[in-house]
């Protein structure tokens, strides 16, 4: 499978390979984590999410990693599809009420057949 | 579909006109966050809503305001536009505060002339 150790603007990989996303986040406070999944053209859909108090987190074909030592997120997607092309985008929230979601920078993966 | 809806999809307006965009969160839920997004950029937190109260404001000047209403429908009002507002303006509704999971409508483009 494809990954990158440090945050990418693209990644391209095969139809069927494993991708792995990776973001780094700001604040060693925050304590909510969520990948989203933005199309052209639409709002950033949600993927899968993972709170302070885990180290991985598992949905259908995705799996969330969070390493709260060096403040790494990552994002694995398993035998990747044509329809997973998209902009990837973490997010996290601050330890307090009333705070937003904080975006990273995006990822663009581009899936090949 | 999450369920989020916002009005108009596309809007132009010129520099130092007025603009209201709507957003109807998804059935339930009781907080609305409102963030922009432009080319090629993250998300970027405005205001979040709690049960018809500014609940979070990143930053953003104050001709950015907004309004919760009573069904938990809300409107985003950006007064004297500037070029640099142009953007896709996307709301998100979660149940209860910052720590739930947001789910985003599919935004509203806004190009400013």
């Known amino acids: 499978g494809e990954s990158v150790g440090l945050h990418l603007p693209t990644l391209s990989v095969q139809e069927g390979d494993n991708s792995i996303i990776n973001c780094a986040y700001s604040n060693s406070a925050s304590d909510y984590f969520i990948w989203y999944k933005q199309e052209s053209g639409k709002g950033p859909q949600f993927i899968i999410d993972i709170r302070s108090n885990m180290d991985k987190r598992q949905g259908q074909r995705v799996t969330v990693l969070l390493n709260k030592t060096v403040k790494h997120l990552s994002l694995q997607i398993a035998a990747t599809q044509p329809g997973d092309s998209a902009v990837y985008f973490c997010a996290e929230t601050l330890n307090q009420a009333g705070t937003a979601l904080i975006f990273g920078k995006g990822t663009t993966l581009s899936v090949s057949s | 579909e999450t369920g989020v809806t916002q009005s108009p999809t596309h809007l132009i307006k010129t520099r130092g006109q007025q603009v209201t965009l709507r957003c109807s969160s998804q059935s339930g839920h009781n907080t609305v966050s409102w963030y922009q997004q432009a080319l090629g950029q993250g998300p970027q937190f405005i205001f979040q809503y709690y049960r018809e109260e500014e609940n979070g404001r990143g930053n953003f000047p104050p001709r950015f305001s907004g309004l919760q209403f009573p069904n938990y429908s809300s409107e985003l009002n950006v007064n004297a536009l500037e070029l640099d507002d142009s953007a896709l303006y996307l709301c998100?509704?979660?149940?209860?505060?910052?720590?739930?999971?947001?789910?985003f409508g599919p935004g509203t483009r806004l190009l400013v002339l």
């Open positions: 998100a509704s979660s149940l209860g505060g910052s720590k739930e999971t947001q789910y």
